[in-house]
């Protein structure tokens, strides 16, 4: 597996975002052109992943290929449900993006208010991440 990579986005989105194109509100928060969004909870988790806002949303150019994704961790900095939240893909190789489910766990929230081991979806609990 690649190694842990680190990135930050505006916001994550916990439930699924049926058009990934143009602004939107996402975990009450207004994402812009321009802005990272972490999707996790997309209906078909090949949709998981770092994506930047614009019409239309395009992966995030850190986080682009297989390579980038394995390991991947991202901070979440806004988000009434999920601000400062830390998240890492937890899939093994190969992934294909677009084909492949990405999962995604999170790990943390910033600050140490709780240590979590959930992933977001599938709903799956996987205990002992953390």
Do not use: Y
Request: aromatic share 4%.
């Amino acid at each position: 597996m690649a190694s842990v990579k680190g990135l930050e986005c505006k916001v994550v989105a916990l439930v699924n975002v049926v058009v990934l194109s143009g602004p939107r509100t996402v975990d009450g928060i207004e994402v812009v052109p321009g802005d990272g969004v972490l999707l996790v909870g997309q209906e078909h988790a090949s949709e998981n992943g770092l994506w930047t806002v614009g019409t239309p949303w395009t992966r995030h150019p850190a986080a682009s290929s297989a390579d980038d994704v394995l390991g991947m961790s991202v901070v979440a900095r806004q988000g009434a449900q999920r601000g400062d939240t830390m998240w890492q893909c937890i899939n093994a190789p190969p992934v294909e993006l677009g084909s492949t489910e990405l999962l995604f766990a999170e790990v943390l929230e910033i600050g140490g208010r709780r240590p979590a081991a959930r992933v977001r979806p599938p709903l799956r609990v996987i205990e002992g991440l953390g």
